[in-house]
């Protein structure tokens, strides 16, 4: 009979291509779509403030000052040039982030060290604050230089060879600091897979509740539990009978997002996926998730009265998880308000659990803690639900 209840589950689950391809090929196209769009942004290949100079001033100190920018690592020329103000409005609406303006007169005031309104600069309305200091930052260093060089040659008649010998020590600084990423080999840096794959695992996963708590209300209308109830199966058997084929096709959604993160995301350009450390932590971490999502539905299931109501909840709830925990938004970009209420997520402790291996290469005495509570949260949902339903059952389902 229980082998029966088996099959049946994995039957009206084969016949719902809908929900197959939520629970397989959206996750998947996500990971893809994700982990190519944050390509470069784990990636030191390409600068991502694009800025223009409008030089009108056209002096030494103007052309040096474009030189060094232009030479600058973090910051990209804009490709197009700008003659006027509605060319620039238009220009920092469409990928400009920075348009520096050096007016008329600038060296002047820049030598004898007039400090106020030497320069001029356009922001892009969605830069963020990091990015403008950053910016700041690099034209601060530029100017610092090209007023080192103005020192050196009023110096040079007094101490000849000056010059030469500060260029002599200068120090290259690209190679100055030896970066350790936590977790990471030396000079392995994190890439864009390693952080979209866990993300879009955990959301992928929780899409189970979908399928499974229409087909549970279906077949509540259809009397096939009743019928079931009258064969004396208890309620224990009858969710065991449910949860397993889920939780196998949550392992079977982990291992295909995974083999597409190793082997069809590097056709794309983007970063393989590499394991971690612990496949066992893993396996913990993606059996604990299954049971709170499968533990999510069965609550959902046994508490709503329709497939429509069932779908809506499931669907928002989902979503919810997911801003909440740091699917959709990282939890480092979160303020401090947001972190702490993140942790009421079981999404949040999925991932965790999955960067802890993913990312920071974690053995499984560090995943514990994820993994049990996840499969503490779907036990404690799963006894919930089964309350329910016992009532229901007494009520007539």
Known sequence: MFKAMLKKEFVLVLRDKHSLAALFIMPSIFILIMSIALKDTFSDDRAFIRYNVTDNDQSNISRSLSAILDHTTNLQQYDHAITDSKELQAALNKGLHFALTIPKGFSEKFIV???????????????????????????????????????????????????????SQAIDTSDLVNIHFNGLPPNKIPTSTQQSVPSWIVFGMFFIIIPMSTIFINERKQNTLMRMSAMNISIPILFAGKIIPYMLINQIQVWLMIGVGIFIVPFFGADALTLGNSLTGLLLVST????????????????????????????????????????????????????????????????????????????????LTEAFALAGFGIIQLLIAGLLFSRKKRNGI
């Open 288 to 367: 604990g998730l299954s049971l709170a999502a499968i533990g999510t539905s069965m609550v959902i299931a046994v508490s709503v009265n329709s497939v429509e109501q069932a779908t809506t909840i499931g669907g928002i709830l989902n979503i919810l998880f997911g801003a909440i925990g740091g699917v959709m938004v990282p939890k480092f970009l979160m303020p401090q308000s947001m972190q702490m209420l993140s942790n009421i997520s079981p999404m949040s402790w999925g991932l965790d659990g999955f960067l802890d291996i993913f990312l920071r290469g974690l053995s499984v005495q560090e995943v």
């Open 113 to 167: 060290n007039t400090s106020k309104n030497l320069l001029r600069l356009d922001v892009a309305s969605e830069v963020k604050m990091d990015m403008l200091n950053l910016f700041k930052g690099e034209l601060s260093n530029v100017l610092m230089q090209i007023r080192i060089e103005q020192m050196l040659q009023q110096f040079e008649p007094v101490v000849p060879g000056i010059t030469a010998q500060i260029n």
